[in-house]
Every structure is written in structure tokens, then in C-alpha cells.
């Protein structure tokens, strides 16, 4: 059973910054074959995509975050981070991390981050 779990959220001003990590239950050799994302849910709100990372190390951006979020991972860590810069109130939400294995998305259960002055 694959677990994720985040970390890392909390409340910030405008402008400030945040990292977010997804740390996963597997063994290395299977989460350096899985690309890792993340979505978000604002209060209210359906969970939107917001980044994925892939087994290459490359990146793809929801265009709200563009050029200021950032993922990253560490395969020997079974870790894949979000950092989050210049952050704004839309940016408020649980943000989730999944993976998918096989015919399965898996999910973790959210880390909550609220952008308020």
C-alpha cells in the first residue's frame, strides 16, 4: 500500500514563501520510475492541477504558479518538494500530492497553506 504524506504548509503573508514537501512510502527503485505532482483545493473550490515533476527531473507548471513555484525531487529520499515563492492569496488551499502506480492514483491527505497579511 503506497502512502504519501505532505508536509510543510502553514500560514504566510503575501509575498512570502513556503515549501512543501511529499514524502512516499515505496521503494527507491519504484519512485524513481514515477513522476510526482501536486494539486490544490481552495476552500469552496474543486482540486486543480499545479505541478508535476518527472522521472527526468523536468517540470510542468499550472500557468498561475508559472515562475514561481518550483518542484524538486530527491529519489534516494522518496521525496519531491514544492517550493513556493512570492505567494499569493489565490494561492490558499490544501495542496495534495499524488502518484500513480500502475491503474492507481494515490493521494496524501493534504497540507493546508493559507496566504493572509
Known amino acids: 500500500q503506497v502512502q504519501l504524506v505532505e508536509s510543510g504548509g502553514g500560514l504566510v503573508q503575501p509575498g512570502g514563501s513556503l515549501r512543501l514537501s511529499c514524502a512516499a512510502s515505496m521503494p527507491e527503485r519504484t519512485f524513481k520510475t514515477r513522476a510526482v505532482g501536486w494539486y490544490r483545493q481552495a476552500p469552496g473550490k474543486q482540486r486543480t492541477f499545479v505541478a508535476i515533476?518527472?522521472?527526468?527531473?523536468?517540470?510542468n507548471y499550472d500557468d498561475s504558479v508559472k515562475g514561481r513555484f518550483t518542484m524538486s525531487r530527491d529519489n534516494s529520499a522518496r521525496t519531491a518538494d514544492l517550493q513556493m515563492n512570492n505567494l499569493e492569496p489565490e494561492d490558499t488551499g490544501t495542496y495534495y500530492c499524488?502518484?500513480?502506480?500502475?491503474?492507481?492514483?494515490?493521494w496524501g491527505q493534504g497540507t493546508t497553506v493559507t496566504v493572509s497579511s
Open positions: 499524488y502518484i500513480d502506480l500502475g491503474t492507481n492514483r494515490y
Open positions: 515533476i518527472l522521472t527526468n527531473g523536468n517540470s
